[in-house]
Each structure stands twice: as C-alpha cells, then as structure tokens.
C-alpha cells in the first residue's frame, strides 16, 4: 500500500525556518518525481515545489522561490522541504505527492507563521 | 503559467442525479509526449485531495465507475452520473503539463 507521511509542520514566528519531511513506502521512491502543495485555511490547491526522480532537478513557485528548498534522500525514502524567512501567506497546509500526475497524496502537515 | 477556471465554483445536486463540472486551460495542455495530463481531484471535508482521473479520462484505482471525464485541448468536463452522499466535497480540476495548477475548486453539495 502506497503511503506517504508527513511531518515537521508547527508553529513558527514570521522570519523563521521548518524543515518538512515526507516518508513514503509501499512503492519505489527512488523511481518518482514528487512534489510539494500548500493549501492555505479555507482556500484552495497551490503547487510549491517539485523534484525528479534523482534529486538532480528541482523547480519553485515564484512565491517560494530562493526562500524554500526541495531535496531528497533516496536511501532513506524520504522527501524534504526547507523553509527559511517564512511569511504569514506561507501559513498553510502542507502535502507531499507521488509522481508527475500527483497521484498518491500524504495526510498533510499544517504549518502555522505567526507572532 | 496555466491558469485553470472551473464552472460552476458550487454546484447543489439531488441525490441520485447528474452532476457535471467544466474546466478551461488558458492554454493547450497537450504535453510534448502527445499525452494530455489534465486530472481530476476530490477533497472531502476534512481529508487530502485524492486523484479520481487522469489523462482526461482514466479512472484512478478504486474510483466508481459513475465518475467520468471527458473533453481535449482547453476544454474539459468531469460528471458524475448519480451523485451519492459520499460525493459531497470540492472538486478541482489539475493540470501537470507544466508543472502542477489547479482549478479554484467546485463545492459539490446536496440540495
């Protein structure tokens, strides 16, 4: 069964950093593409970020760019997303997903920026 | 970047009736590799989104055969033959030619 977990969400002041992870089993994560969606409080789907198989390309929303970073650890099944200088927009609900058409989604992990 | 917009953004339906939702690219979503990555995603109150079509018209595994997609090029359409209570929730329409968007969201409520 294919199964995707997040986690490092919190609660953090405006300027700070999270780091977030995705563990994924039940499939061979190494063979992937994944990315990153946010899903701010009562409002819709909003990419963030994606990662090929290999971990040699990335991408960014505009919004995210040079603030946030995608990376990935193939021998531990695990995808990341670094934060740094969070924002009160960047509040949200964060969810990893499988492949290039999303296909598996994680339960999510909210991230709160607030003082 | 690709813009998606849904119509109708909510859609009140009797249950045991049709329901239908459109979705417009701004721009073709025919990928380099011929395919036409356009999907559909259900998001239940309270739970993640989860794939329902891909390609136009595949149907994810598990999903009922009362959902189906259909249309090419810029236009496309999700229904639902006979909406049962399960289906309450938003409905979004998701492109992955490039990159990944989404549409705004259709709240599908019963009446």
């Known amino acids: 069964e294919v199964q995707l977990v997040e986690s490092g969400g919190g609660l953090v002041q405006p300027g700070g950093s999270l780091r977030l992870s995705c563990a994924a089993s039940g499939f061979t994560f190494s063979s992937y593409w994944m990315h990153w969606v946010r899903q701010a409080p009562g409002k819709g789907l909003v990419w963030v970020s994606r990662?090929?198989?290999?971990?040699?390309?990335?991408s960014y929303a505009d919004s995210v760019k040079g603030r946030f970073t995608i990376s990935r650890d193939n021998a531990k099944n695990t995808l990341y997303l670094q934060m740094n200088s969070l924002r009160a927009e960047d509040t949200a609900v964060y969810y990893c997903?499988?492949?290039?058409?999303?296909?598996?989604w994680g339960q999510g992990t909210l991230v709160t920026v607030s003082s | 970047d690709i813009v998606m917009t849904q119509t109708p953004l909510s859609s009140p339906v009797t249950l045991g009736q049709p329901a239908s939702i459109s979705c417009r690219s701004s721009q073709s979503l025919v990928h380099s590799d011929g395919n036409t990555y356009l999907s559909w995603l259900q998001q239940r109150p309270g739970q993640p989104p989860r794939l329902l079509i891909y390609?136009?018209?595949n149907r994810f595994s598990g999903v009922p055969d009362r959902f189906s997609g259909s249309g090419a090029g810029t236009d496309f359409t999700l229904k639902i033959s006979r909406v049962e209570a399960e289906d309450v929730g938003v409905y979004y329409c998701?492109?992955?030619?490039?990159?990944?968007?989404f549409g705004q969201g259709t709240r599908l409520e019963i009446k």
């Open positions: 390609k136009i018209s």
């Open positions: 998701m492109q992955a030619t490039q990159f990944l968007t």
């Open positions: 997903a499988r492949g290039g058409q999303a296909g598996y």
């Open positions: 990662i090929n198989s290999d971990g040699s390309s990335t």
